[in-house]
């Protein structure tokens, strides 16, 4: 009965290399967020997406690419990958503009 | 969205109240007062939140001055568990959570 779930949990790949992190929340939440959290453990919003549309992107490289197929999940794919990339990374979701957040596990990307 | 201001670590014996305080005296009118917490290694969870009143919930009270220019997270019976990295912050409804720092609370046995 996972609220917001991540997949993978970890993530090891090489540069240059592309790849993805789902997530899916069975909340029935109408906005979904993704979240970095660097080595200094500084969480900082990347996404937002709000009933399928991109509502905020706050200077992201274009590398990155949110892509939601419907309400409940918002997917983050990765081009061309930086060491620079190496964080934990959260999806999250909330039900109405001044509710709380519910977050996901995390996945853990290293990039060597 | 205004800046909040916390100390950056804090102790709590296990079993006492934790107050974990923090400033944030240019909050405006329609701003919340959010408060959330990262255990270690998994996602911040949301405890509380408030405008003006004193706010309580099964995990923590939410005390705000007066003059909404600070507030306090009472964690009424610290356990271990309560470990964690305890994050204030200021906004207004819909706009983004933007994280700061926090407090690094340990509970001490």
């Known amino acids: 009965d996972t609220a917001v779930s991540q997949t993978p949990k970890y993530l090891v790949t090489q540069m240059g290399n592309d790849k993805s992190i789902k997530c899916e929340q069975n909340?029935?939440?109408?906005?979904m967020y993704w979240y970095k959290q660097d080595s200094k453990k500084f969480l900082k919003i990347m996404f937002s997406?709000?009933?399928?549309?991109?509502?905020i992107n706050e200077t992201v490289p274009n590398r990155f690419s949110p892509k939601s197929p419907d309400k409940a999940h918002l997917n983050l794919h990765i081009n061309s990958l930086e060491l620079g990339d190496s964080a934990v990374y959260f999806c999250?979701?909330?039900?109405?503009?001044?509710?709380?957040?519910?977050f996901g596990s995390g996945t853990r990307l290293t990039v060597v | 969205d205004a800046k909040t201001t916390q100390p950056p670590s804090m102790d709590c014996a296990e079993g006492r109240a934790a107050n974990l305080p923090c400033n944030h005296s240019?909050?405006?009118?329609?701003?919340?007062v959010y408060w959330y917490r990262q255990i270690h290694s998994q996602g911040p969870q949301y405890i509380i939140h408030g405008l003006k009143n004193n706010e309580t919930n099964e995990m923590a009270s939410l005390i705000i001055t007066e003059d909404r220019k600070s507030s306090t997270l009472i964690l009424p019976h610290a356990t271990l568990r309560d470990t964690a990295v305890y994050y204030c912050i200021v906004r207004v409804a819909g706009n983004q959570f933007y994280f700061g720092t926090g407090t690094s609370l340990t509970v001490i046995p």
């Open positions: 240019t909050i405006s009118g329609n701003e919340y």
């Open positions: 997406y709000n009933n399928k549309e991109l509502i």
């Open positions: 999250a979701s909330s039900q109405a503009e001044w509710y709380g957040y519910t």
């Open positions: 909340l029935g939440h109408d906005t």
